[in-house]
Each structure stands twice: as C-alpha cells, then as structure tokens.
Nanobody, 125 residues
C-alpha cells in the first residue's frame, strides 16, 4: 500500500495550491479519502474528506476555501486550497478509511487504515 502526496510548497497569503495524493495497493474506489494536517507542535487535525464525488465534509476552518475531489480512474485524490492563510501552514497528509465508515466519524484519525507521508505547505504573510 502506498499513498504518495505531492504539491506542497511555499506560497504567500491569498495564493492557491493543489495537493495530489496517488494511491496504490488497495481498492481505492472502496475507500473514503481524507486530508489531515499537522502544524509544528500541534496535533494532527482533520481537514476534508471525500467518499464519492459530491459527498464531502470539511472542517470549519477550511470550508469555503478548500475543495476535495477524487479521480477514481487515476486512484488519486486532490485538495484544492484557495485563499491560503498563514495558519494553514502545516504538513498535509492523505489517508484512506473504508467506505463503510459513517461520514461523521471520518474526522477521527483513528478511523483510517492507510496514511501517506505528507507534503509541507508553508504560507507566508
């Protein structure tokens, strides 16, 4: 199993970034895919999840600015991040949980079976 996140970088406040996470080694279509982030000295926190196209759930801090999507044919999940703020600075991780998990449980990192290695996003003010 492999989850390879990419697309992070250094941007200015107000800019946009698109993260990608390419999955292999498991039945991607049967998994809800999520993004978490971890800032220095802080706990890993939920950002967004997508079960099927249009079936998404976001944390309050990113709702309206971030959009999760997935392309099952490419076993890839994306996170479009707009209007970035310095407080969005963190390492971003993709993760997979069985589709059987109820949507409201997917904020909990303990529900996930698979994790990627993370990609660093730094937003300067």
């Amino acid at each position: 199993v492999q989850l390879q996140a990419s697309g992070g970088g250094l941007v200015q406040a107000g800019d946009s970034l698109r993260l990608s996470c390419a999955a292999s080694g498991f039945a991607f279509n049967n998994y809800a895919m999520s993004w978490f982030r971890q800032a220095p000295g802080k706990e890993r926190e939920f950002v967004a999840t997508i079960r099927r196209p249009g079936n998404t759930y976001y944390s309050g801090s990113v709702k309206g600015r971030f959009t999760a999507s997935r392309e099952n044919a490419r076993n890839t999940v994306y996170l479009q991040m707009n209007s970035l703020k310095p407080e969005d600075t963190a390492v971003y991780f993709c993760a997979g949980a069985p589709m059987s998990k109820i949507l409201s449980s997917l904020w909990n990192k303990d529900e996930y079976e698979y994790w990627g290695q993370g990609t660093l996003v730094t937003v300067s003010s």
